[in-house]
């Protein structure tokens, strides 16, 4: 009986090839996401898509549900793509996942910025186990999981008619909001991964959003990956309260032009600067950019980021605040503190 209800359903919802046994949405999945091909691991979620296309498309296919391409950093991450697509996928070929080196020939990093690829499965001559350089190989600047060669990793061009593949996108499992500080209000209060991300709307300049983050246990939110900027972006492009910005947990007021997180953490491993702007700031309004030390992710230029002066009675904005999410026991509340956990 069971089947026929199983094949009834299949009816009206097409299944794609590998969805068997991985139907529904796990716990802290975007629920935007459709409910099949879904999986976690660890702190991440995982969604196999079947439709072939090029790498660039298959990435922003991802961002735009807020996740980015999977990026494989550990022996343990690759060993359970290989057991979970061995029972579960129909895919033959391989697997789009988040490394490149279109920045820099033969220098493969993550798509998040992170240059440190401590983890690989290169096939011999492949990707940063290439022999010298050929010229031909400069168009091969894509990563892809081949099933059919024991899931080793190949680099393939990002974008040719005739290679088209599946994709893996990764997302940051979120907990409901009741996870958040019960100081805070529900209204405009959002969870991402391991944090609880405020929305405050009005006119501050960047030290009295600050320090009204910090009153109530957090700081300014700090975007340390494509899927929080990605989040952040959806989130605010349907909001009508704030027409120019928000400010964000950035600043080089300690050094000039070198760039930290409000916490301290000087790894600023993936950014969203417009170009000019930041570490190439060479001033505006101002002979130079020496004034302009704090961050600012502006709506109207793609949500990229640009640094302003932080206290000036003409740069007054609302802002995002970031805090650790609540652990619940049974005999005490614990809270996560703000710090490197994303990126």
Not at 24 to 48: E, K, V
Not at 78 to 99: C, D, I, M, N, P
Not at 165 to 171: A, D, K, V
Not at 258 to 270: E, F, V
Request: glycine share 10%.
């Amino acid at each position: 009986m069971s089947s026929i209800y199983f094949t009834l359903f299949c009816l009206f919802y097409y299944v794609e090839p590998g969805s068997l046994g991985s139907m529904g949405t796990p716990t802290g999945c975007p629920a935007s996401l459709p409910p099949i091909n879904l999986t976690t691991y660890g702190s991440s979620c995982l969604q196999f898509n079947y439709n072939h296309t090029f790498w660039e498309e298959a990435r922003n296919s991802c961002l735009s549900d807020g996740g980015d391409l999977l990026q494989i950093r550990t022996r343990g991450l690759q060993q359970f793509l290989e057991r979970y697509l061995v029972s579960h996928t129909g895919e033959k070929t391989g697997f789009w996942f988040g490394a490149s080196d279109k920045d820099n020939e033969s220098q493969w990093e993550w798509i998040s910025g992170d240059k440190t690829m401590r983890y690989s499965n290169w096939q011999d001559g492949q990707g940063t186990r290439a022999g010298p350089h050929i010229p031909d190989s400069d168009l091969d600047d894509c990563a892809l999981m081949r099933v059919d060669y024991g899931f080793k990793w190949y680099d393939v061009p990002c974008r040719n008619k005739f290679l088209k593949y599946s994709y893996i996108c990764q997302y940051v499992q979120s907990l409901p909001a009741d996870n958040c500080p019960p100081n805070l209000s529900k209204s405009d209060l959002y969870t991402y991964g391991g944090f609880c991300l405020k929305v405050h709307y009005g006119n501050y300049n960047w030290d009295e959003a600050r320090h009204k983050c910090r009153q109530q246990g957090g700081d300014l939110v700090q975007i340390r990956d494509s899927g929080m900027q990605h989040f952040l972006q959806r989130v605010l492009s349907g909001q009508r309260s704030e027409e120019d910005g928000f400010w964000i947990g950035a600043s080089d007021r300690e050094s000039e032009s070198n760039w930290i997180w409000a916490s301290g953490d000087p790894r600023m491993s993936y950014s969203n600067w417009e170009p000019g702007q930041g570490p190439s700031q060479s001033g505006f309004l101002f002979a130079s950019g020496t004034l302009e030390d704090c961050a600012l992710m502006r709506i109207y230029d793609g949500f990229r980021w640009f640094d302003y002066a932080c206290s000036n009675s003409f740069y007054q904005y609302s802002f995002i605040c970031q805090y650790g999410i609540v652990h619940k026991t049974t005999t005490s509340t614990t809270y996560e503190t703000v710090g490197d956990i994303i990126g």
